[in-house]
């Protein structure tokens, strides 16, 4: 640590023993060198400004979720607006702290013409991303999926419906939706979905982050769509889907270690 901070602190050392220098040799100094102290200080202090910056940006990342630059942003733009809160949120549609109107993408209020709030359809998360209990990936629905709903349900003139309906429904515009990733896990971490959701579906009380609304079964397991919550927070309640954990190995480790599963290194990094 004392060699990060001695690297760190370097142009401000340079810049400040510049400037002692030409305090004690004022008369002899020549007057390139006294214009050349300040922007010396000040480059020095730049420097040190974007290296704080790098160390703030790594640390951040390491411990948790990055800063929001350079491409990492926790909630990018899609291609085209998909409101978790209308489709998987249940009960009408309301910050719990505030018990303000959630508010789309763009910043209109989910209310109806009453004032009222909009209701949620209370879609199950397995509706679109079928294969999570089974496989690897949750897996992304494709056009086909959102447009059997779609080519009839919503406002014609939408934009967002529009641009879904020419993707799924025209052939001379039909193409998969290039979709923005928001959950980031290393290339050399392999994370399969389906044991995870079958272990916590048959364990409740290992489940994290219970989403609103959970319940269990008469037989003490839960639905598939009340475990997802342990990493990804409250779907539910995005409009625009973040990444709410950090998703980072120490989080898994733990929670491996509280669950009694394999904590080996093969388990993972395979």
């Known amino acids: 640590m004392k060699k990060l901070l001695d690297i760190l602190y370097a142009p401000l050392y340079l810049a400040a023993g510049i400037v002692e220098i030409i305090k004690e040799k004022d008369k002899t100094t020549p007057t390139w060198l006294k214009l050349l102290a300040p922007v010396l200080a000040v480059g020095g202090l730049g420097i040190f400004a974007v290296l704080s910056f790098v160390q703030a940006f790594v640390m951040t990342a390491w411990l948790g979720n990055p800063l929001p630059v350079l491409g990492f942003d926790q909630s990018p733009d899609q291609p085209i607006s998909f409101p978790h809160t209308i489709h ?32 949620g359809l209370g879609m199950d998360c397995t509706y679109c991303h079928k294969q999570v209990s089974e496989q690897a990936w949750a897996g992304v629905p494709p056009v086909e999926l959102c447009v059997s709903c779609h080519r009839v349900i919503g406002e014609q003139s ?35 979905h389906a044991p995870h959701i079958w272990y916590l579906t048959e364990n409740p009380d ?49 929670c491996h270690r509280a669950n009694e599963a394999s904590v080996g290194c093969e388990t993972c990094h395979h």
């Not at 989403?211 to 839960?222: A, E, M, Q």
């Open 158 to 192: 939408n934009t967002d419906l529009k641009a879904l309906r020419n993707y799924g429904l025209y052939e001379e515009t039909k193409s998969p939706i290039n979709w923005e990733r928001v959950h980031r896990m290393p290339d050399h971490v392999r994370f399969v």
């Open 88 to 119: 998987a949120g249940v009960g009408p549609l309301v910050d719990t702290e505030t018990g303000e109107p959630y508010m789309s993408i763009s910043g209109q209020p989910r209310i109806n013409d009453d004032g009222t709030a909009m209701e």
């Open 206 to 254: 290992a489940i994290q982050n219970k989403p609103l609304g959970f319940k269990t079964l008469p037989d003490g397991t839960v639905a598939i769509s009340q475990v997802c919550s342990t990493c990804h927070g409250n779907v539910a309640g995005m409009e625009q889907v973040w990444q709410d954990q950090p998703l980072k190995m120490g989080q898994c480790v733990a």
